[in-house]
């Protein structure tokens, strides 16, 4: 198996920590984490994707061994897509593939959107499209029901809340029920938390919440619009989105309408899976990336397991 190695971008103004796999393999594909994981929730992806392609997962900015600057601006979406650009710079790559989950697909949407000659395709996995969140955000009880926790993000100094007990609320929150069915071990618990706890870490993770405009509609602003230009959020790149149908915290209408804004689009929807999907369905992750990026390029799509 192709073994995970370790190294520090340094990108002007910011350094970012990255595994990767496959480095001597000519075409770079991008992998990009979301809240509140690091590289590692791409650590049963990485060697299969680096056989053939050059396959890097960066600690995104504020995250575990990342630089992680103190303005909350800091964390804005073009701080976010500068970072992935700068970063594909890094590595001699005028064109690369995205593949993201969560808040990391948040930006590899942005960066497609606002840099599609540079983006060869795009593998998004439940993360939603940014026009399509934003209305459900206004408009749909049960995603405004669900999205609670970005408004709690952003109160100030609740990471004092979420790092006491050796991070117990976040952890239950999100991993817990995957240790008893064998999703995770005790052993990727250590290591989340051990990004967690890094010095400033959770500040900076909660910082992409604080930075964002987007928030869950209340009673006064529910059924307000916020005024984005639906032009302005089309996706000219080929799109696989792989979609957790057992997702708690997005809505399956997030995949409604998605055809309106994506120009080639294939949508692999998958029952039983929650948010967590690379820890969940590694194998089938592995799988149906590979198979997009082969058909991309005219390859056959690999077997599957």
Known sequence: MTVINHDRAELGDIGLHYAECGAENDELVLMLHGFPEFWYCWKDQLPKIGETYHAVAPDMRGYNLSDKPDSIRAY????????????????????????????????????????????????????????????????????????????????????????????????????????????????????????WTQPGAMTAMLNYYRASPLVPATEQTKGQSFGLDPEAFRVHVPTLVVWGEGDKMLVPENLDGLEDFVDDLTIVRLPGITHWITHEAPERVSYEILGFLERLNGKKAPEKD
């Open 76 to 195: 804005g979406i073009k701080h976010l897509i500068g970072d992935v650009l700068a970063l594909a710079d890094h590595f001699g790559a005028e064109k690369f593939y995205l593949v993201a989950h969560d808040w990391g697909a948040a930006i590899a949407w942005a960066v497609a959107i606002a840099k599609p000659e540079r983006v060869k395709g795009l593998v998004i996995l439940n993360g939603p499209h940014p026009y399509l969140f934003a209305e459900l955000l206004r408009h749909h009880d049960a995603q405004i029901a669900h999205s609670q926790y970005i408004a709690r993000f952003q109160i100030p100094d609740i990471e004092t809340e979420l790092l006491a007990e050796d991070c117990k609320q976040l952890w239950d929150w999100t991993f817990s029920e995957l240790i008893p069915t064998g999703e995770m071990t005790e052993t990727d618990e250590f290591a989340y938390k051990t990004a």
